[in-house]
């Protein structure tokens, strides 16, 4: 004769997968929208818009023309500080642009706080990646 005890464990669900987020970072603007494509569009937009702007406002010499894309890896904590994390250029942008860096991350600290990404209603940190397009013509 044998006996088996039946024992329901419930499990408690702590697994937090932090690649996905419950809500994406939010500039003031793109706050209201509900839907999560659209604010994250708005959020998208934005950003670039802002990076945009502040790049117009350099003026570089360069020898060649270019047209290249450059990806900009953002951090963005719990508090809805933005900082850089790194930069992806080619040689050739290095070369003709040695100060795009420097450029770039003037412009972050200027953009302004947001509210940061929530997962399960806590503010976590973010990574977003900011392709960023360079033409310049000689």
Known sequence: MSFSKNTQKSTLDTIVDYSS??????????????????KSTCFRNTIHQKIGE????????IKDSIDEVIYVDLLINSNGIFSLDSI????????????IDSVIKASIKKLPKIFPANKRGIPVTTKYQ???RI????
């Open 54 to 61: 502040e790049l117009q406002k350099n003026t570089f010499t």
């Open 135 to 138: 033409q310049l013509k000689d």
């Open 130 to 132: 900011l392709p960023i």
């Open 21 to 38: 987020v419950d809500t994406f970072p939010s500039f003031k603007e793109c706050d209201s929208i509900i839907d999560k494509n659209q």
């Open 88 to 99: 992806q250029s080619s040689l050739k942008i290095k070369t003709e642009i040695p100060s």
